[in-house]
C-alpha cells in the first residue's frame, strides 16, 4: 500500500529566510512523487514531480525538491519565502507501475510571515 | 498543459435531493479519472477510481449506491450524490489521467464546493 506522511501540520517561516516542507512516502516499487498546492476554496495546482533522473527537481514559483531514495523523502524546499507562498501543500505518490491513483499527505499549511 | 472543468463550482441542495457533478478533460481523452472528497483542512481521500466504459472502483468505506459514478465518455465522467445528507457537505475533487502523456501526470479539476442544508 501508498502512504504519504507529512509530519507538520503547520510551518511558520519569514518572508526572506529559506522554507523547507517535509515528505516522507511509502510505496511498492519505484516511486512518482509530486508536490500541489491549494489556496482558499481552490483546486490543487501542480509545483513539481520527480518521475526519474536528476534528484533535484525544480518547479514553479522557485520551488524545488529532493529525492533522497535511502530516507525515503521528498522534502519542498524554496530559498527565499515570499508572503504570497503562504497555502496548504501537499505532497502525493503513486507507484510507477499500473494504473494506481495518487495518494496524499495530509497537507502542511506554510505561514509566511512579513 | 492539460485543462480538467468540473460543474458546477457550488452547490446547495435540501436534504434528501440529489446533486450531480461533472468532471471533463478538455484537451486529452481521459481513460481513467479520479474523484477525491476533502473536508475542511483535511486531506483529499481517494472516493473511486473511474474507468471509462467500466464499472467505478470505489474505495474501502465509500457506498457505491450514494456515491454513483458514470465514466460514460473518454472526456466526461460524472458523480451523484444521491439522498444527500448534511455530513455529505464537502469539497470534490476530479482528476483525469492523459494516457499519451509521456510522463503520467494527473490533472485536477477546479473542485465542487457541496452543501446540504
Known amino acids: 500500500a501508498q502512504s504519504v506522511a507529512q509530519p507538520e501540520d503547520q510551518v511558520n517561516v519569514a518572508e526572506g529566510n529559506p522554507l523547507t516542507v517535509k515528505c516522507t512516502y511509502s510505496v511498492s516499487g519505484n516511486p512518482y512523487l509530486f508536490w500541489y498546492v491549494q489556496y482558499p476554496n481552490r483546486g490543487l495546482q501542480f509545483l513539481l514531480k520527480y518521475i526519474t533522473g536528476d534528484n533535484l527537481v525544480k518547479g514553479s514559483y522557485g520551488f524545488e525538491a529532493e529525492f533522497n531514495k535511502s530516507q525515503t523523502s521528498f522534502h519542498l524546499k524554496k530559498p527565499s519565502a515570499l508572503v504570497s507562498d503562504s497555502a496548504l501543500y501537499f505532497c502525493a505518490v503513486r507507484a510507477n507501475s499500473g494504473n494506481t491513483p495518487l495518494v496524499f499527505g495530509k497537507g502542511t499549511r506554510l505561514s509566511v510571515i512579513a | 498543459g492539460a485543462v480538467v472543468s468540473q460543474h458546477p463550482s457550488r452547490v446547495i441542495c435540501k436534504s434528501g435531493t440529489s446533486v450531480k457533478i461533472e468532471c471533463r478533460s478538455l484537451?486529452?481523452?481521459?481513460?481513467?479519472m479520479f474523484w477525491y472528497r476533502q473536508f475542511p483542512k483535511q486531506s483529499l481521500m481517494l472516493m473511486a477510481t473511474s474507468n471509462e466504459g467500466s464499472k467505478a472502483t470505489y474505495e474501502q468505506g465509500v457506498e457505491k449506491d450514494k456515491f454513483l459514478i458514470n465514466h460514460a465518455s473518454l472526456t466526461l465522467s460524472t458523480l451523484t450524490v444521491t439522498s444527500a445528507h448534511p455530513e455529505d457537505s464537502s469539497f470534490y475533487i476530479c482528476?483525469?489521467?492523459?494516457?499519451?502523456?509521456?510522463?503520467?501526470?494527473?490533472?485536477f479539476g477546479p473542485g465542487t464546493r457541496l452543501l446540504v442544508l
Open positions: 482528476s483525469a489521467r492523459d494516457p499519451a502523456a509521456r510522463l503520467e501526470t494527473q490533472y
Open positions: 484537451d486529452f481523452q481521459a481513460t481513467t
